[in-house]
C-alpha cells in the first residue's frame, strides 16, 4: 500500500517513509491512499476467535506487502495480548442500560496502548537490518508511558523518553523509569514545553541526523493511528451481539481527535455506524466548529480530564481528508458535546450513584456526552479510574482501586537522568548510547 498526505494526494511515499517520517514533508499527516474494504463476515468469524485474531485480519489490509503474514500475526498477537470488554451498566432503578467499551486494559491502562503497542513491534520489524534505532519522546505523562511500554524490549530499538520534573504523577514516572533495558528517561529540569523543545532541536539539527538514526512516536504516526480503527470493529460487533442492534452511534472522547479520526477510517472501511460524537472538555475547538462551520484553534485551557487538554488538534486536517475537505460533510457524521469540569465531576458522581461504576474524567466526559445527545450506541472509555485518583477521590469521597499490574510498578525503583533543559545535553546522550 501506497501513502499520501492531507495536503496532497499527488506524490506517494512507502510505508518506511512514512512510519519513519512520523510528519510528511509537505507538513501534513500520511493518509493511506486507498482505504481498504473489510469484509464484516471475515472479521466477525475473527473476532468469535479473538481480538488478535480480527487485528491480523485487519492490520493485513493495510500492511501484507510490506510485512509477511507470520510477522504480522506476531505483532498483532503481542500488541493485543490484554481484554477489550464492552461493559453493560445497568440503572439500580429502573431498566436503564448503557454500554462502554473499556480500551484501558493495556500495560499503561490507557487506550494509547493500543497505538503504541502495535507501532513498537512494527517498526523493530521495518527498520532496516542491523541498524539501531532511537526513539525519542517528550511527555508530559500518558504518552510517554504507552510508548516505554508499547517499545520495552524490542530490539534493535533504544527509546528516550524527556518528562518534566516533578510535573508528573507519582504513577506515571514508575511506568516510565522502572522498565529500564532499551527505555532511557531523562527528567529535564523544566517543563513540558523545553522537553518538547529539546525533542525539535535535535530534529531539525541535519547533521546530527545523518549521524544517528532517530525517530518519533508522535501521536499523529499512521503506525499509532491505524491500528486504533480496529477497536472500533470490535466494539461495534459486541454492540450488536448485546443489543440486537445493526449501526451504533459511538462516542468518542477527544483531544488531539486521532481516536475519532480513526473511527472514521473504520466507518469507510465498511464499519456499520450511525454517526460519532465528539466528546470534549472546555477546550471545544471541535464542538464549536461543527455547530458553526468556523475552525477557530487556540490555547489550550487546563481541565481535569488534562489528556484532552488540545487547542489545536492535529487530526483536524484527517477529518477533513477523509470528508473530501467539505466542512458539511463532517457534520453529517460527527457531532460535538463540550463538558465543563463541574459537568465532568457531575458525569463521575452519576456513573457511580446510579450504576456503582468508577470512571475515570476522560470517559465520564463521554458518558456525560452519551446522555446530553440521547445516543443509542456506546462511548469509549479511554482510562483506568486508577489513574485519576486525584480527581476522583475529591467527587466520590474514594479512591479507585489500583489494578495489580499497577501497583506493581509503584514498588519499584525508579531510574531516570537529571539533564537541565538544552537539547545540546540531549543529542550527547543520544550520541553515548
Ligand atoms: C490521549 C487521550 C485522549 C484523547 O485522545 P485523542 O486521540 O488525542 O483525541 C482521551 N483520553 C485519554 C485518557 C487519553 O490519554
Redesign the pocket.
Known amino acids: 500500500m501506497k501513502y499520501t498526505t492531507t495536503r496532497s494526494d499527488k506524490k506517494t511515499y512507502s510505508l518506511r517513509e512514512a512510519a519513519f517520517e512520523g510528519l510528511a514533508p509537505d507538513g501534513g499527516l500520511f493518509m493511506p491512499a486507498e482505504i481498504p474494504h473489510a469484509d464484516m463476515r471475515e472479521v466477525g468469524e475473527r473476532a468469535a476467535s479473538s481480538f488478535a485474531e480480527m487485528a491480523e485480519y485487519l492490520a493485513g489490509l493495510f500492511f501484507a506487502d510490506d510485512l509477511p503474514r507470520e510477522e504480522l500475526r506476531e505483532v498483532t498477537r503481542e500488541a493485543f495480548d490484554f481484554p477489550v470488554p464492552m461493559r453493560r451498566l445497568d440503572k439500580n432503578v429502573t431498566s436503564d442500560t448503557c454500554y462502554t467499551l473499556e480500551l484501558f486494559h493495556g500495560p499503561t491502562a490507557?487506550?494509547?496502548d493500543f497505538g503504541a503497542g502495535f507501532m513498537g513491534r512494527m517498526l523493530a520489524r521495518l527498520r532496516p537490518e542491523g541498524e539501531r534505532l532511537t526513539i525519542l519522546t517528550a511527555t508530559s505523562g500518558?504518552t510517554g508511558s504507552a510508548v516505554a511500554h508499547g517499545f520495552h524490549g524490542v530490539e534493535g530499538i533504544d527509546v528516550v523518553v524527556l518528562y518534566p520534573d516533578g510535573k508528573i504523577s507519582d504513577l506515571q514516572e514508575s511506568q516510565m523509569t522502572t522498565l529500564g533495558g532499551n527505555i532511557h528517561a531523562l527528567r529535564v529540569a523544566g517543563t513540558f514545553d523545553d522537553c518538547q523543545r529539546m525533542v525539535k532541536e535535535l530534529f531539525s539539527d541535519v547533521a546530527f541526523r545523518a549521524a544517528h538514526r532517530v525517530t518519533s512516536a508522535n501521536?499523529i504516526n499512521l503506525l499509532r493511528w491505524i491500528p486504533q480503527s480496529f477497536y472500533y470493529f470490535w466494539g461495534v460487533l459486541q454492540w450488536q451481539a448485546a443489543t440486537g442492534g445493526t449501526t451504533p452511534e459511538i462516542v468518542v472522547?477527544?483531544?488531539?481527535?486521532?481516536?475519532?479520526s480513526a473511527g472514521m477510517l473504520a466507518r469507510r472501511m465498511g464499519l456499520p455506524v450511525r454517526r460519532f460524537v465528539a466528546a470534549s472538555n472546555a477546550n471545544d475547538v471541535v464542538p464549536e466548529w461543527l455547530r458553526t462551520g468556523d475552525y477557530r484553534p487556540r490555547p489550550s485551557v487546563l481541565t481535569v480530564?488534562n489528556?484532552?487538554d488540545?487547542g489545536a488538534p492535529s487530526?483536524y486536517e484527517r477529518m477533513m481528508a477523509l470528508c473530501g475537505s467539505d466542512v458539511d460533510a463532517v457534520r453529517r457524521e460527527v457531532s460535538g458535546f463540550a463538558s465543563s469540569d463541574e459537568e465532568i465531576r457531575r458525569a463521575i458522581r452519576e456513573l457511580y450513584d446510579r450504576y456503582g461504576y468508577i470512571s475515570?474524567p476522560?470517559s465520564a466526559a463521554g458518558y456525560a456526552a452519551t446522555v446530553g445527545c440521547g445516543v443509542d450506541g456506546f462511548w469509549l472509555s479511554?482510562?483506568s479510574a486508577a489513574k485519576f485518583g486525584e480527581v476522583i477521590e475529591p467527587v466520590l469521597g474514594l479512591a479507585p482501586e489500583i489494578p495489580e499490574r499497577l501497583a506493581r510498578l509503584l514498588g519499584r525503583p525508579k531510574v531516570s537522568t537529571p539533564v537541565a533543559p538544552d537539547s545540546e545535553l540531549l543529542k550527547e546522550f543520544v550520541a553515548e548510547l
Open positions: 490507557a487506550f494509547k500518558d501521536s472522547p477527544s483531544g488531539n481527535y486521532g481516536n475519532l480530564a489528556a484532552m488540545v487530526n475515570d476522560h479511554t482510562a
